[in-house]
């Protein structure tokens, strides 16, 4: 915010706090509600907005269109998305639209709408199998539909949403929001902005961080299966075969 | 009791897949097939990741397979010889098969090849039994006499280098076409999640000539050791093999098929075709379907970066 006017009044501030900062995976994980704690300083009590934006690790997305060619609908060549993030969210006091101008929002990268997929400069050409997948750039002609597609099908997913009263004032001064993290959300750092607006423009920001990680087996498993890919084909043989045969075994006897 | 899967990254329902497993595994053990051609798009359907869902699914079509091939063996009716010149064409096919499988979700048309393989071959196989194990059951229910059996088998079998007896199945013939079904076999195994079962028993019984009574032994030997190899191709080479969905399926799986492996025999042979031919045809038909309406949301995200 190092391009704001200095305020003449004393400045308003923001604070927060999550109250958990580590989800851990487990056998029995089913998503995850976390809620976030803030309160907001200010002497003068002028009207206050509270934004959330929660971002998950980045993750490129690859899209396809399904077109029908002759009597059957099938996948168009794919279209990579760099760098959008794997989970995101914002919650506000009150529709985003509403606490600031499009330009500021996009600035801040707030809301869905609002996302930068951080696309390469002028569109690339990805090729992988032989086969080229397209990277949209930002000025193509059908950029829009193939955003929304995207936004659309990670909101279904539960992984992209958009809370707009999701902030809500619990005191006075003191405001409570929740992150709710689907069984898909992906594994890896998530940070949380909490920007504090007045009169259209963002006057306080809080960073908070979180890390979504596999623990005990779960991730024992995952790191087994991917550090040791052959051995761990193995071992899943070994108990398919070994099991095929202790039930013969058991069936025998009865 | 939910439980979340460490690969396939997904929270799914263990004793349903149990049971889902059992009733797969009966049906495995009774018709002498895998039983992949069902668990894999009713997995697909559940949510789990198609990749993982084709990689598991070929440890739990092992297991199942395993279990009664044990009882089948000792009913004396698994040709070994026979299985084993069939697994070696089906070590070829699923090394191709988990390679072409690798490059088909590159291109983005992994699903669109599944969902055809499925309509194409289930249809034509489900279709063909079909007709004719109804046939067999109108003609026994009229007393007609059975219809010959044209041991007469075609010459190409004779006609071909490398002849080897088989004496279980009573045959003297080439191995290239025991070896050329195989490959076929191993390719389909991996790009479908499917032990193939339901494509080398009428091959058996239909194209080699092999007696009914080894059909269902040899093709379920053949069938370990390809999706064995599978297994281990598609944890090695793609890392989407989920232990813990493959050994739920199996706990319910290798139970489902002993018992299955012992009702088949209160069941007339053409009467559990015929049943076999329906479920064949409807999963077929259902797989492909989706080919061919109008998709709600005209775009697909592909799992993960492939």
Redesign the interface.
């Known amino acids: 915010m190092a391009d704001l006017p200095p305020p003449a009044s004393p400045p308003a501030l923001v604070s927060a706090a999550l109250t958990t900062t580590q989800v851990q995976?487990?056998?029995?994980?089913?998503?995850a509600r976390i809620v976030l704690y803030g309160a907001v300083f200010d002497p003068l009590d002028r009207p206050s907005d509270v934004v959330v934006v929660v971002r998950g690790p980045d993750?490129?997305?690859?899209?396809?269109?399904?077109v029908?060619t002759g009597?059957?609908?099938?996948?168009s060549?794919?279209v990579v998305f760099q760098g959008a993030p794997g989970f995101y969210m914002t919650a506000s006091t009150r529709p985003l639209d509403r606490i600031a101008r499009p330009a500021v929002l996009q600035s801040l990268g707030a809301g869905v709408d609002h996302l930068s997929f951080s696309v390469p400069g002028n569109g690339g050409i990805d090729t992988?199998?032989?086969?080229r997948?397209t990277v949209v750039s930002g000025q193509g002609a059908d950029y829009g539909e193939?955003r929304q597609?995207?936004v659309?099908?990670?909101s279904r997913a539960g992984l992209y949403a958009a809370a707009d009263h999701g902030v809500s004032f619990v005191d006075q001064n003191l405001f409570r929001a929740e992150i709710v993290l689907p069984?898909?959300a992906p594994?890896g750092a998530y940070s949380a902005e909490i920007l504090l607006f007045q009169d259209g423009q963002p006057v306080s920001r809080r960073m908070r961080g979180l890390t979504v990680e596999?623990v005990g087996?779960?991730?024992g498993?995952?790191v087994f299966?991917?550090q040791r890919?052959?051995l761990?084909?193995?071992?899943?043989?070994f108990?398919?075969?070994g099991?095929?045969?202790?039930?013969?075994v058991i069936?025998r006897r009865n | 009791m939910?439980?979340?899967l460490?690969?396939a990254?997904?929270?799914v329902n263990a004793p349903v897949l149990v049971l889902l497993g059992a009733a797969v595994g009966f049906i495995s053990g009774m018709f002498g097939i895998g039983g992949g051609f069902l668990m894999t798009p009713v997995l697909i359907f559940m949510g789990i990741p198609p990749v993982v869902a084709v990689a598991s699914e070929a440890?739990?079509v092992?297991?199942?397979?395993?279990?009664?091939?044990?009882?089948y063996t000792r009913r004396k009716a698994v040709d070994f010889r026979m299985g084993g010149i069939l697994a070696a064409g089906g070590a070829v096919g699923s090394l191709i098969g988990v390679e072409v499988f690798?490059?088909l979700r590159?291109?983005?048309?992994a699903?669109?090849v599944v969902s055809?393989s499925y309509l194409i071959f289930l249809g034509v196989i489900g279709g063909l039994m079909l007709t004719e194990s109804l046939g067999s059951i109108l003609r026994r229910r009229r007393g007609d006499p059975p219809a010959p059996r044209g041991d007469r088998r075609p010459p190409w079998l004779y006609g071909l280098p490398f002849k080897m007896r088989f004496p279980r199945s009573r045959l003297y013939i080439s191995v290239i076409p025991p070896i050329a079904l195989g490959v076929f076999v191993g390719i389909l195994s991996a790009i479908m999640g499917v032990g193939g079962g339901f494509i080398l028993v009428p091959a058996m019984v239909y194209l080699l000539r092999m007696p009914a009574g080894v059909v269902v032994g040899t093709s379920l030997f053949q069938i370990?050791i390809t999706t064995?190899l599978t297994?281990?191709?598609?944890?090695?080479?793609n890392?989407t093999?989920d232990?813990?969905l493959?050994?739920l399926l199996?706990?319910g799986g290798?139970?489902g098929?002993?018992l299955g492996a012992r009702a088949s025999s209160r069941f007339r042979a053409e009467e559990l075709r015929a049943l076999l031919a329906l479920i064949v045809l409807i999963v077929g038909l259902r797989m492909g379907f989706?080919?061919?309406?109008?998709?709600d949301?005209?775009?697909?995200?592909?799992a993960g970066?492939?």
């Not at chain 1, 993750?59 to 399904?66: L, P």
């Open positions: 995976v487990t056998s029995d994980f089913r998503g993750q490129a997305i690859r899209i396809a269109r399904k029908k009597p059957i609908w099938v996948n060549r794919p992988r199998f032989g086969s997948d193939w597609a995207v659309r099908l990670k069984t898909a594994i596999k087996i779960e991730r498993l995952y299966a991917h890919p052959w761990f084909g193995l071992v899943s043989v108990i398919a075969l099991a095929g045969w202790l039930a013969s069936f | 939910d439980l979340y460490p690969i990254e997904v929270s440890n739990h092992a297991a199942s397979s395993t279990s009664s091939v044990i009882a690798r490059v590159g291109l983005g048309q699903d669109l055809l370990i064995s297994s281990v191709l598609q944890a090695g080479r890392q093999v232990i813990v493959a050994t199996l706990i290798v139970m098929a002993q989706g080919l061919f309406v109008t998709p949301e005209p775009f697909v995200m592909m970066n492939g």
